[in-house]
């Protein structure tokens, strides 16, 4: 499974940014995905993650109510809705799948290359 993410930027706060992540394979629909990010002198941390239904969704706290994590197994396709962007949300952000467990100890089994997102004050 190849992952590529795209849909970063620069925003200023506030702002919205949906990032996309396109998989290659035919067994998208049976992983669990997730979105990481980094920030720079930061550890990688799992800002979101979906089952791979998509009934099932985690967030991390700081990411709760403004960021929206959805897949559309048809396109085999991830996405990260994040609205009311911070400063603090700053970082490189990652898309990863894999079962849930390994999404949750920071292990994934396939990662993307990254996609930058910068917020502005």
């Known amino acids: 499974v190849q992952l590529v993410e795209s849909g970063g930027g620069s925003v200023q706060a506030a702002g919205s940014l949906r990032l996309s992540c396109a998989a290659s394979?035919?067994?998208?629909?049976?992983?669990?995905m997730g979105w990481y990010r980094q920030a720079p002198g930061k550890e990688r941390e799992l800002v979101a993650a979906?089952?791979?239904?998509?009934?099932?969704?985690y967030y991390l706290d700081s990411g709760e109510g403004r960021f929206t994590i959805s897949r559309d197994n048809v396109k085999s396709t991830l996405y990260l809705q994040m609205n009311s962007l911070r400063p603090e949300d700053t970082a490189m952000y990652y898309c990863?799948?894999?079962?849930?467990?390994?999404?949750?100890?920071?292990?994934?089994?396939?990662w993307g290359q990254g996609t930058q997102v910068t917020v502005s004050s």
């Open positions: 394979g035919s067994i998208f629909g049976l992983l669990s």
């Open positions: 979906i089952n791979d239904g998509g009934g099932t969704t």
């Open positions: 990863a799948a894999g079962p849930v467990f390994r999404l949750r100890l920071g292990q994934p089994d396939y």
